[in-house]
């Protein structure tokens, strides 16, 4: 009997034990998706079909959130089938002449002549986002799952277990826009929420000033910026790094900047006027420099394209600088090929 008593005993114990080391797995954070899982998933986003182009190019995850765009601003929420991770991928610039592609390129990426207050930022004080990224970042709250009728935030509090992480990824304007929505969802979805968010950009332009960087390296430090290192878009809108690298990669050469004279001003020293200007229209200053998170910043090498030492049409010379700049290059970056076109 005695031993009956002191089996039992043991037997409890381990049993308390387990349901303890069971409970603790549970609460446990799972893992971010990876960077190179994200990139692939920024080359999903382009396509026509979100649903189509995920069932084909990436079966292992579900598209639960889809909108219609607002004003040229899109993005979708995928989720691991097998592990519950989710990633909110937001869509960078439409390439193309149409209603979509303005608002993304003249009202967004170069609406930078503005700024505006950023109040969602903790304890940092004077944080400021560009106009372009209020705009895109405005648009995004817009979004509505067609499904559900909820909107992002809706979406991740209600839909989205509290145990599940989120990576908030975007390439290129999506990455733009990326920093801005991470760091409103890090301040405004409730505690048990907030604490399973990532950020995972792909050559994205400056969002905002130094102010606005610091509360996000604050609410994300182990948060991850990829830029190729030939990359001019990745630099903007600091004029005079997308100088610097212009002559690293030739264009300034292909472009014969150095024969160029506007209105008395020889173009070399166009970048200084550009940065002149800016700091004149008190666009750019001290206080509210566009910069970018070097504590973030996760920098890759391209591959070598040919180099031409003979004039080139302006559209080869966007070709030229849009090969190091396209999602394909950075996916490819990490091992992942190029998507066939449809």
């Known amino acids: 009997m005695k031993q009956i008593v002191i089996y039992s005993s043991i037997f409890f114990i381990v049993l308390i034990a387990s349901c303890k080391g069971n409970k603790k797995t549970q609460n446990e954070v799972p893992l ?6 994200a990139v692939q998933l920024n080359q999903l986003i382009y396509k026509d079909s979100s649903r189509e182009a995920f069932a084909k190019y990436a079966p292992a995850y579900e598209v639960v959130f889809i909108p219609k765009p607002v004003n040229g601003n ?10 519950g991770q989710y990633a909110l991928v937001i869509r960078g610039s439409i390439i193309e002449f149409s209603n979509e592609g303005f608002q993304n390129f003249i009202l967004q990426d170069f609406n930078i002549f503005k700024i505006r207050a950023w109040n969602y930022t903790d304890t940092v004080k004077e944080a400021y986002v560009s ?24 979406f991740i509090e209600q839909k989205v277990a509290a145990t599940a992480s989120v990576v908030i990824t975007g390439h290129s304007l999506g990455g733009n826009l990326a920093y801005p929505l991470a760091g409103y969802l890090k301040k405004e979805l409730p505690a048990e929420k907030k604490e399973h968010l990532q950020l995972i950009t792909f050559g994205a332009p400056a969002a905002g000033n130094a102010a606005f960087v610091q509360d996000m390296e604050e609410k994300f430090p182990t948060a991850e910026r990829y830029t190729g290192s030939k990359d001019i878009a990745a630099m903007f809108p600091d004029v005079a790094s997308i100088g610097k690298l212009a002559k690293v990669i030739g264009l300034d050469s292909v472009l014969q900047l150095g024969k160029m004279n506007i209105y008395g001003v020889d173009a070399d020293n166009l970048v200084s006027i550009t ?8 666009v750019i200053n001290k206080t509210n420099k566009y910069v970018q998170s070097e504590k973030h910043l996760r920098q890759l090498t391209e591959k070598e394209l040919p180099y031409s030492t003979t004039p080139l049409s302006i559209e080869e010379i966007f070709n030229k600088a849009y090969q190091f700049h396209k999602v394909d290059m950075y996916a490819e970056l990490f091992g992942i090929e190029a998507l066939k076109e449809d």
């Open 32 to 37: 971010f998706l990876s960077a190179k899982e």
């Open 74 to 83: 899109y993005a979708i929420i995928a989720k691991k089938k097998t592990t």
């Open 275 to 282: 940065n002149l200007i800016l700091e004149k229209t008190n």
């Open 131 to 154: 106009n372009g990224a209020w705009s895109g970042f405005q648009n995004l709250l817009l979004l509505r799952d067609i499904q559900t009728g909820l909107n992002i935030k809706e």
